[in-house]
């Protein structure tokens, strides 16, 4: 053990075995808060000499040093309410509406050389601005200690370090615990699919292969040019569980979203014939990542039954967010891809060819329960070319932004959870960048501005309207009314609780072309209040609307024996529900 305390003499503290446990010990006194430290490594290993930081340091030096650090973890926590009433608030049959963030380009100082903001400065405004979108969650990506910003956190080195960029363990505590006091969830993303091959960090830790596998064809990632753990070594195993469950139990982190778990659960994940060894019975699948996460899940629930873990999972691989015992991977929620890739292309189509894609909008009511699925614009969609989420909508900018509200009103009001990634609430122009802040500016323009107030108002009427979250993994919770009005690109359907006491019904106009005299059929007879519609004038829309709603005719239509006459603005969506009250 070398470090501050020794003058980082490598002959001073010798580790020794513990019998043949493979576990090596030494206690070194009087080493105090702060004090810097690493393992030097001798090898009998072709004579291989390395530093390394220790796997299971809790603070380290700030990148690119990449000492660890003595640190003493203590925190007097102060979100007493929010940790009681977790297990509820997070429920399935519960509003999620999730921010993802990067913390290190969220917002910056211009004024002190364009630094971003530290882990204490960020609470108040991230805080008064998840209040003002109306969201209930805020998912931060890596914040696990990693040596290359440009990775964003997703190649880890420090699996139990949470980065020191911006601050101390207690710093990143006093954020969690001052958003929990406000109301609002924290879900981490955490990587057990791969790591770096930075000489400090896992890879070839003692001359050996000791948390990598040693067959390159298992052990190392092409995509990503890292290593892939050995999940068949129950100390690796042991390793990533407790890197878990330590985020879970010290920081109170509400959530884990697993990254890349489809490259964990395929042994021929973007390889060729020949770069890949089959399992003992000739499949492509990983069983010993398989059983990682069946037992990851088994463990963080057990434990922790108020959290919910989310796979990031691309494929059609089956029961992903069902228990174990019936044959499921045991995750709480899984990220709908097939959603995320269909509604983008169907919404990038001029509205004049959408008629053409019109099951681009209508399939995946085939599959929306087959999981617990949560509704993704995340990160991935705004980088490496992909354009800004304003820029991929068509036509002036007038139907951009009209698009655009449209995009994010039919996300809250479809089943599933809800994830959308910074600066596409207010349609930052400029594809995201992790080393600049996010284009705040913007929003002294009325359209911006107007677009994050019609996000804001869906995503509080998704929160305080039951029939919009109750049902959101229950097929009780949807029904089309109409589904096939693909001439005019029109969709209508209905949102309701499970016990089907609350209903809503929501019709989307996705052309530039307003519709007057569109009748639907609802299922019950009187007033018919507008209770959101996207192309109101204060989001920057032309003011088309309802005049706050419309009385039912008994003409039948869509199964019903009454029905409403409606307008529809264009480029638009709106929600109607039936007014108890007598209309006037």
């Not at 490259?263 to 399992?279: A, H, Q, V």
């Not at 959308?420 to 929003?443: A, I, T, V």
């Amino acid at each position: 053990m070398i470090g501050d305390f020794n003058g980082w003499d490598k002959d001073t503290h010798q580790l020794a075995p513990r019998g043949v446990s493979g576990v090596w010990e030494l206690f070194v006194p009087e080493v105090g808060q702060g004090d810097t430290y690493k393992f030097h490594i001798r090898s009998r290993h072709d004579g291989f000499r390395v530093d390394k930081a220790d796997p299971f340091a809790v603070h380290s030096e700030t990148p690119p040093l990449t000492g660890s650090k003595i640190w003493d973890l203590s925190y007097e926590w102060s979100d007493d309410d929010w940790m009681a009433e977790r297990e509820q608030r997070q429920a399935l049959d519960q509003p999620m509406a999730i921010y993802e963030l990067h913390l290190g380009s969220w917002q910056r100082i211009p004024e002190e050389g364009d630094r971003p903001l530290n882990y204490t400065e960020m609470a108040d405004p991230l805080i008064a601005h998840i209040e003002e979108l109306g969201f209930t969650h805020v998912e931060f990506m890596p914040l696990t200690e990693h040596p290359f910003g440009g990775s964003w956190g997703y190649q880890t080195t420090g699996y139990f370090a949470p980065t020191s960029r911006f601050g101390t363990p207690q710093d990143l505590k006093h954020l969690i615990d001052r958003l929990h006091q406000a109301g609002i969830g924290v879900i981490l993303d955490w990587v057990p699919s791969h790591f770096p091959s930075d000489e400090h960090g896992l890879a070839y830790f003692d001359g050996t292969h000791l948390f990598e596998h040693a067959d390159p064809r298992k052990g190392y990632h092409p995509d990503w040019n890292s290593y892939i753990f050995n999940y068949g070594r129950p100390e690796v195993m042991s390793f990533l569980l407790s890197s878990a469950l330590f985020w879970l139990d010290e920081y109170h982190v509400d959530g884990i979203r697993v990254d890349a778990v489809a490259s964990m659960l395929y042994l021929d994940y973007s390889r060729e014939d020949g770069e890949w060894i089959p399992n003992e019975w000739g499949g492509n699948e990983n069983v010993e990542a398989i059983a990682f996460l069946r037992r990851f899940n088994e463990e963080v629930y057990a434990a922790f039954p108020g959290v919910q873990t989310i796979a990031e999972e691309s494929t059609a691989w089956p029961m992903v967010s069902r228990p174990t015992y019936v044959g499921g991977l045991g995750f709480g929620m899984k990220w709908d891809m097939g959603w995320m890739h269909d509604t983008l292309a169907y919404f990038q189509e001029d509205p004049i060819h959408r008629k053409y894609h019109h099951d681009q909008l209508t399939f995946r009511a085939v599959y929306a329960f087959a999981e617990n699925y949560c509704l993704p614009l995340s990160h991935d969609e705004v980088v490496h070319g992909k354009g800004s989420m304003i820029n991929k909508m068509p036509g002036d900018e007038w139907q951009q932004f009209a698009n655009l509200r449209s995009l994010y009103a039919y996300m809250f009001t479809t089943p599933g959870k809800k994830l959308l990634f910074m600066g596409d609430e207010f349609g930052q122009w400029q594809e995201w960048g992790n080393e600049r802040s996010l284009d705040w500016h913007l929003l002294q323009h009325e359209r911006h501005a107007g677009l994050q107030r019609c996000l804001g108002d869906i995503a509080r009427l998704y929160r305080s309207e039951p029939a919009l979250h109750d049902g959101d993994v229950d097929p009780n919770g949807f029904a089309w009314l109409d589904a096939g009005d693909w001439e005019q690109s029109v969709v209508s359907y209905r949102r309701r609780t499970r016990d089907g006491d609350r209903e809503v019904v929501v019709v989307a106009n996705l052309t530039p072309v307003g519709r007057d005299n569109y009748r639907i059929g609802v299922p019950e007879r009187g007033f018919w209040a507008e209770r959101f519609n996207s192309d109101a004038a204060e989001y920057g829309g032309g003011g088309l609307g309802n005049h706050g709603g419309v009385a039912t005719t008994p003409l039948p239509s869509h199964g019903f024996g009454h029905s409403i006459n409606l307008t529809l603005p264009p480029l638009s969506v709106l929600v109607l529900q039936h007014d108890l009250q007598p209309s006037a």
